[in-house]
């Protein structure tokens, strides 16, 4: 069992949903991105996504997008996602890192050398929200032969066949996307649609489902974690630390964990 199965195995005993936390790598500058991710892992994230910064990040809104600007205009690459990794593993040896990269990236260094590098670095596996399943083989090849975990999104548009799909190719758990637009905080969800997509998906699937894209309270969390498997907060947490405000990251980081806490039973 890895350690993300093994994350989702321990939550599930308690009764707790995961707090998937996502920062940008170099933003607004190496330092600072690297004390807001310590700030997050000592502020109760279960699974920590980091950003590798990109110059075309598609699924991203705007918060998240001039994130990858300052960390492109910053220098920061591929080497300097590689020692933070490294920096995050020394900082714990038991929560799960995975990389949310765009493929292009991936497909310019060479599949096989990109998750080479990121295994020898201490993270667990990637997100990569521009690659289909149908579109996943040789990635998928290479994550199974290094034991590291791909992890496929679902939108809220996946038919049900196309959830079976995705379920088939997905390692460990699904990313379930809240709305069919970008990444960015907000202030309401579609809660009862997203309850029924995690419905249909539990149909055809047994793996575990956070939902993401929007997540930005307690109660969302708390909500959202009362029917699926935890929740992913991305442009909240870079937001703050894109400001500095690390007090503030760490408060709020503990307040949605608590909404994690409060929804599920064992």
Known sequence: MNKIESTFKRLKERGEGALVSYMMVGYPSLEDSLKAFEILIESGSDILEVGFPFSDPVADGPTIQVAHEIALKNGVGLKDV???T???RSLSSDIPILIMTYY????????????SSFKEAGCDGFI?????????????RVCQK??????????????RERLKLICETTDCFTYMVSVTRTTGARKTLPLEDIKEKVRIYRDVCSKPVVVGFGVSSKDQAREICSFAD???VGSLF????????????ESVCKEIKEGTKTGRSA
């Open 128 to 140: 990569v929200p521009d690659l289909p399943p149908e579109e996943s083989g040789e990635l998928k």
């Open 146 to 159: 290094l034991d590291l975990a791909l992890v496929m999104l679902a939108s809220p548009t996946s038919s």
């Open 86 to 88: 490294k920096e995050l």
């Open 104 to 115: 292009n990236p991936m497909f310019k260094v060479g599949i096989e050398r990109f998750c």
């Open 82 to 84: 590689l020692t933070a």
């Open 238 to 249: 870079v937001k703050l630390s894109g400001e500095r405000q690390f007090n503030k990251l």
């Open 230 to 232: 935890g929740v992913v």
